[in-house]
């Protein structure tokens, strides 16, 4: 380096990163506005980079690599490292403590949601749905996921994430993480009271009204990022049968996986070791290596490119697969289809990120009450029918009915078997 730069790089740094992100946020914002509102997706599937090309894989390599280092790379190689130290003026500035490898992801997970939830909302602008929808992400995560967190760790609080509750916070129950919360006072305890009343109370009532989408599409930070800086990649998801199968045993096996853990320390808590001895805490390794780190991180972003935005929710959160189960069996949320009016374009079924085939329902005039469905009512937004309605029904027992009457090109039809 030379010259000014040579005298306070962190500046040339700060001065590049922004300018760099001014001048791409400016470009994206044109090119959207540029074209009429309405979904445009033209050149998604020509492009290397959506259509898992060659850019795709690059990308798709990057994000993994960048996951590998973040999880399991060594304190050496992070502490102090220029790249953590970049964001010493920021973390130091607004929470008044060092950067770690913790607070660089956080930072650029949050950027990266604000900055591509605004691309979303210009890309969805004739949508209120859309737009009312990714701001609340984008609140829920600069509110709840970062500095709410970063505030209590700058006052020497448990770092507490209040959008993130068992299963998906899978140790927060756990006996020791009990036991730390406890012995924190008072704040603590009314730590671990919001945690329960939003796990065992909250939620339910929540899901039986909304359906899970109030959580996965409108609070959660991993839906938040795959619906913002994921967008691009949505069309990804597979739809076979298979991979429905594969997911349902994969969710279903994570969750039973974690409340069979959560049990079973208590178990060994209560009795000391007596019977369980280290195995419970094996187990525990076992999970935050293989779910809390390869699977919802290294994969569940890393793969983005390769296979859509939703793996991790799809195919191994535990949070999605409870709110799954109270969703199928308990909620009143529905899709309402007309299946006159289907065109059979496939859009719906293209855009679904959770790989639901949405049109075969739609032709078939049926609801579609997928206990996989997040609700990000994307299907209804891409359709250019008006087929699909995103509802809150009456009552549960009714939703699976579709609507008696469909209206299409060929008159009114008055479906009999219901
Ligand atoms: S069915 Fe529609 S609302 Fe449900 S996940 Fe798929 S695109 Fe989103
Ligand atoms: S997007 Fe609409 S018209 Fe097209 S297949 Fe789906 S429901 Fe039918």
Known sequence: MFGPAAKDPALFFYLGFVGSAAGLSVYMVRSILKKPAGVQNNHIFTSSLTNRGLWGWAFGIFLTGFYVVLYWGSDDLWNDSPVVLLFDPISRGLFNHAPDRWFLYSFVYTVS??????????????????????CSIMFFQLGFAFLIPQFLKAMSQPE??????????????FPNSVDALLSNGALGVWMLIISAVLTFIATPILTYFFGKRWYCSWVCGCGGLANTAGDPFRQLSD?????????RWMIHSVLLFIIGLTILLWVNSYLEGGIFGSISHTLTKVYAFLIGQAFAGVVGVGFYPLLGTRV???????MAAYLGLLQKYFSRFRITTNGGQCISCGNCSTYCEMGIDVQAYAQRGENIVR??????????????RGVLNLENGSTH????????????????GLKMNL
């Open 113 to 134: 949601i604000l900055i591509m939830g605004v691309r979303a909302i210009l890309k969805y602008r004739h949508s209120n749905y859309q737009i009312i929808r990714t």
């Open 160 to 173: 507490y994430y209040f959008s993130y509750f068992w299963p998906l916070d899978y140790d927060i129950l």
């Open 239 to 247: 739809k076979t049968m298979k991979a429905w199968k594969i997911e």
């Open 371 to 384: 206990s996989s469905c997040v609700g990000c009512g994307i299907c209804s937004t891409v359709c250019p």
């Open 312 to 318: 991790w929710c799809r195919f191994g959160c535990p």
């Open 397 to 412: 027992t009714d939703r699976e009915n579709g609507n008696p009457i469909t209206f299409g090109n060929d008159g009114v």
